[in-house]
């Protein structure tokens, strides 16, 4: 199916069967046969085998979040998203069930999938400093690629978030030279994250470093550092709009608290409901800190290519033309049809890994 320009369209294109993959096979405990049903329940499969990979089946954050709420109800047993991430099959699963606390998910560097040959895909948070929503990564991508989220300092509501852009961007190279230090990076950010993306490859550069792939999904560089520092909004305003960015339908009034809304959050199986009251206003505090830092930040000259995926639905003009004064190499637009909060939806980065492969097969001798 075609759009009115000629393009593919995603939208229109079947739901993928994905039972083709599955290796079925059978479970060997009692426990695996109820989380072997889990796992079907959660991703609408009639069978799901022991070995099937939860991402590679069309799993997703927000389907490991209602994955975990009913493996909860039926082991009593409370495990963190990271548990899905480091452990996505059924006999995997089960050897985390013995552990004594739920592993942490707001780590600065959140693994999605170890292992494999390839340099390492690092994907950078958005403002609100959570990088769970690049799960589905892992159904695209190879298994060679190592795959990384990396998230904001604060969101346990206690560490102070960043103070600048560049104070950020070195943080984070430094963690993840903890497990690629010789490079070269791949390295993409959506929104915000396009932003310490790019600082981030500049600063790699400073260092001799080479960037194979530097990715930005859908950021402005901003042309006025210092214009509108104070977020408008109110806590309940930003938090509503948190939730509707993953999905989440929140019917919040002006009249309604904070902790009314946590309230409403908490009632459904969703990313934001899986966190502590700390971590909710850590989150809070984390995207005003962004946007501030954000809004004083000046990009400098990134020496490589850029990739740009703008989301083009509901918007007019280009990025290339702003862009251009922060880029010395290629510039490459890639225009999606979709909504900026989209831009983490299966489709699109089904859509943006192609794109990202493209480029790095280029690259290789």
Same mark, same amino acid.
């Given at each position: 199916?075609?759009?009115?320009?000629?393009?593919?369209?995603?939208?229109?294109?079947?739901?993928?069967?994905y039972?083709?993959?599955?290796?079925?096979?059978?479970?060997?405990?009692?426990?695996?046969?109820?989380?072997?049903?889990?796992f079907?329940?959660?991703?609408?499969?009639?069978?799901?085998?022991?070995?099937?990979?939860?991402?590679?089946?069309?799993g997703?954050?927000?389907?490991?979040?209602?994955?975990?709420?009913?493996?909860?109800?039926?082991?009593?047993?409370?495990?963190?998203?990271?548990?899905?991430?480091?452990?996505?099959?059924?006999?995997?699963?089960t050897?985390?069930?013995?552990?004594?606390?739920?592993?942490?998910?707001?780590?600065?560097l959140?693994?999605?999938?170890?292992?494999?040959?390839?340099?390492?895909?690092?994907?950078?948070?958005?403002?609100?400093?959570?990088?769970?929503?690049?799960?589905?990564?892992?159904?695209?991508?190879?298994?060679?690629?190592?795959?990384?989220?990396?998230?904001?300092r604060?969101?346990?509501?206690?560490?102070?978030?960043?103070?600048?852009?560049?104070?950020?961007?070195?943080?984070?190279?430094?963690?993840?030279?903890?497990?690629?230090?010789?490079?070269?990076?791949?390295i993409?950010?959506?929104?915000?994250?396009?932003?310490?993306?790019?600082?981030?490859?500049?600063?790699?550069?400073?260092?001799?470093?080479?960037?194979?792939?530097?990715?930005?999904?859908?950021?402005?560089?901003?042309?006025?550092?210092?214009?509108?520092?104070?977020?408008?909004?109110?806590?309940v305003?930003?938090?509503?709009?948190?939730?509707?960015?993953?999905? /989440?339908?929140?019917?919040?009034? =002006?009249?309604? +608290?904070? $902790?009314?809304? #946590?309230?409403? *959050?908490?009632?459904?199986? !969703?990313?934001?409901?899986?966190?502590?009251d700390?971590?909710?206003?850590?989150?809070?505090?984390?995207?005003?800190?962004?946007?501030?830092?954000?809004?004083?930040?000046?990009?400098?000259?990134?020496?490589?290519d850029?990739?740009?995926?703008?989301?083009?639905?509901?918007?007019?003009?280009? /990025?290339?033309?702003?862009?251009? =004064?922060f880029? +010395?190499? $290629?510039?490459? #637009?890639?225009? *999606?049809?979709?909504?900026? !909060?989209?831009?983490?939806?299966?489709?699109?980065?089904?859509?943006?890994w192609?794109?990202?492969?493209?480029?790095?097969?280029?690259?290789?001798?």
């Open positions: 199916p075609l759009t009115p320009n000629g393009k593919l369209d995603r939208k229109a294109l079947p739901a993928p069967d039972t083709a993959g599955s290796t079925q096979r059978a479970p060997r405990t009692p426990q695996e046969e109820t989380l072997c049903r889990l079907a329940e959660v991703l609408t499969l009639q069978h799901v085998g022991i070995d099937d990979n939860f991402f590679e089946l069309g997703n954050s927000l389907l490991a979040i209602r994955l975990l709420s009913r493996v909860r109800s039926a082991f009593d047993v409370k495990l963190g998203l990271q548990a899905i991430f480091e452990s996505p099959t059924v006999s995997e699963l050897g985390q069930f013995s552990l004594p606390n739920a592993k942490k998910t707001l780590d600065v959140l693994s999605i999938r170890e292992g494999g040959e390839q340099h390492p895909i690092f994907c950078l948070h958005p403002g609100g400093g959570i990088s769970w929503g690049y799960s589905a990564l892992a159904t695209y991508v190879p298994a060679e690629y190592p795959i990384y989220g990396i998230q904001a604060g969101l346990d509501g206690h560490e102070d978030p960043a103070a600048s852009i560049q104070e950020m961007a070195s943080d984070y190279i430094r963690q993840i030279l903890t497990v690629h230090e010789t490079g070269p990076y791949i993409m950010g959506w929104s915000f994250g396009g932003a310490v993306a790019q600082e981030m490859a500049v600063q790699l550069e400073e260092q001799g470093r080479s960037v194979a792939v530097l990715a930005v999904l859908d950021w402005y560089p901003n042309a006025s550092p210092g214009d509108h520092v104070d977020y408008p909004l109110s806590d305003s930003l938090l509503a709009d948190l939730a509707q960015n993953i999905g /989440m339908e929140i019917d919040a009034t =002006p009249a309604m +608290s904070l $902790e009314q809304l #946590i309230s409403l *959050i908490r009632a459904e199986e !969703t990313i934001l409901s899986s966190l502590s700390d971590n909710i206003k850590g989150i809070l505090r984390v995207f005003r800190n962004n946007h501030k830092i954000a809004s004083e930040f000046s990009p400098r000259c990134f020496r490589g850029l990739l740009i995926f703008e989301a083009i639905e509901g918007r007019t003009g280009s /990025m290339a033309q702003q862009w251009k =004064p880029v +010395s190499g $290629e510039i490459h #637009i890639h225009e *999606i049809n979709v909504r900026h !909060t989209e831009m983490l939806s299966s489709p699109t980065l089904a859509a943006i192609e794109s990202i492969d493209a480029k790095l097969k280029v690259a290789r001798p």
